[in-house]
T-cell receptor
Framework: AQSVAQPEDQVNVAEGNPLTVKCTYS??????LFWYVQYPNRGLQFLLK????DNLVKGSYGFEAEFNKSQTSFHLKKPSALVSDSALYFC????????????WGAGTKLIIKP | GAVVSQHPSRVICKSGTSVKIECRSL??????MFWYRQFPKKSLMLMAT?????????EQGVEKDKFLINHASLTLSTLTVTSAHPEDSSFYIC??????????FGSGTQLSVL
């Protein structure tokens, strides 16, 4: 069965510090992995995805994520956090070998303090 | 990037009435659109997959007769909440997928049933 876990409801980071938002997954086939962000009063936006290729994926707004097959993880990272990065972040996964739909994580609220 | 327009952004209605929410892909054709419900505690729940020219595929636990979905064209899907009740009050979001696996989201509709 497919599943995705975001173990942290909330992550607090000081501005300028590196940030990590964790995501682990479980699929039976090839994982297609995604990060989406929901800013306050704005719609959900695509950040980045991993389907194949380089394990380190770079996305919008300076974010990146690393696909780790052995640990079944796809953590979202940014070297230096900005206050404007404060938002709700969703990890999603689907089994690329099937027609199953995306499975969404519960979301992690990221708070960047000045 | 692609744009998905969702209307209305907010609707208040009386219990027992029906509400229609529209979702349009403005600059691309979407054979498949998705409808989500986002609860106050933030989790994103897939309600149904809307397929152009055919019946929607509903997720387990979602009432087909209550949440009517119509995907009449490649750019328009509608969700009608029939005989709305206060427990239907929620934030509803639509999305469409491009050929590159990315989802583009509407800005959402906040439904309040009095």
């Amino acid at each position: 069965a497919q599943s995705v876990a975001q173990p942290e409801d909330q992550v607090n980071v000081a501005e300028g510090n590196p940030l990590t938002v964790k995501c682990t997954y479980s699929v039976s086939g090839n994982p297609y992995l995604f990060w989406y962000v929901q800013y306050p009063n704005r719609g959900l936006q695509f950040l980045l995805k991993y389907i194949t290729g380089d394990n380190l994926v770079k996305g919008s707004y300076g974010f990146e994520a690393e696909f780790n097959k052995s640990q079944t993880s796809f953590h979202l990272k940014k070297p230096s956090a900005l206050v404007s990065d404060s938002a709700l972040y969703f990890c999603a996964v689907r089994d690329g070998d099937s027609n199953y739909q995306l499975i969404w994580g519960a979301g992690t609220k990221l708070i960047i303090k000045p | 990037g692609a744009v998905v327009s969702q209307h209305p952004s907010r609707v208040i209605c009386k219990s027992g009435t029906s509400v229609k929410i529209e979702c349009r892909s403005l600059d691309f054709q979407a054979t498949t659109m998705f409808w989500y419900r986002q609860f106050p505690k933030k989790s994103l729940m897939l309600m149904a997959t809307s397929n152009e020219g055919s019946k929607a595929t509903y997720e387990q636990g979602v009432e087909k007769d209550k949440f009517l979905i119509n995907h009449a064209s490649l750019t328009l899907s509608t969700l009608t909440v029939t005989s709305a009740h206060p427990e239907d009050s929620s934030f509803y979001i639509c999305s469409a997928s491009d050929r590159d696996e990315k989802l583009f989201f509407g800005s959402g509709t906040q439904l309040s049933v009095l």
